[in-house]
């Protein structure tokens, strides 16, 4: 516990990116042609002043950890309120700057924005989805997402609520595993503990968003309350392949995306959701699948 009071200080004090968001949850381009159309993270504007940036040795720009998230080509059932946009750049790069910051890793200081159906996509082994509860496959990216989930690659799902946004990831996930099913993760797997120690509860550990987290020092209401079903029991959930390595980590009933986009927006969220939750959780996972 010690040990883990240090590391979080020093996360603290060396968060020096102060965001000026001002929306309800995360930011949205949704259906705007200037996500739809770009390569990296850093080519959309930030509703901040500024993130973070760095470099990395001449000659090893390439050997590095890259963000990448997918821009699924179907919104489809209407349950999420956001869409494959939700959080970004911000949640990208922050999340980025502090794995570099907080491991051994290299680090890409941009985030790729990647299509499914992308030649590339193979390059990227670890991708990024986020709103699930508005996820829609096409019908040829099933195949090729089961594909690369099978050759070694890593999928984190996040930030998605209720009882109607789970029925719908479920449903997209079961078209590309539908011999496999979800388990719940026990908080003692080693997911939980590669680089932070987590001794939260599932429930604890559950990220709002920044209005809903201010709020809770006088509700105690963590989870979101517009959504039909149970939003107050975090879940975290993996798929595994025949060998039992993960191929896929879902976080269900919470939004670790707003947490890694905030940065220090509120004091508040920021010390009580961002620095314990959402950050420690984001940097395990991400070293759980580069060294697993």
Known sequence: MKKLRLVLIILALTAGIVLAQRRWGGRRYGGDSQFRTARTARELPSDSTGTPDWTNAVGFQKDVFTFARIRYSRESYGYGHGGASTDCPDSDLNLSFRLQQMTSLLVDPDGRLIDLTDEELSDYPWIYIVEAGSLGFLNEEVPILRRYLLNGGFLLVDDFWGDAEWENFYREIKRVFPEREPEELPMDHSIFHCV???TLSKNQMQVPNYVTGE???????????????????????????????????????????DGWEREGEYHYYFKEFSEKKAYPLGINIIFYAMTH
């Open 196 to 198: 932070f120690p987590i």
């Open 215 to 257: 709020w809770s020092q006088s509700t105690g209401v963590t989870w979101e309350q517009n959504h039909v079903g149970d939003t107050r029991n975090v879940h975290f959930k993996a798929i595994f392949d025949d060998k039992r390595r993960m191929m896929v980590m879902i976080c269900h009933n919470t939004d670790n995306g």
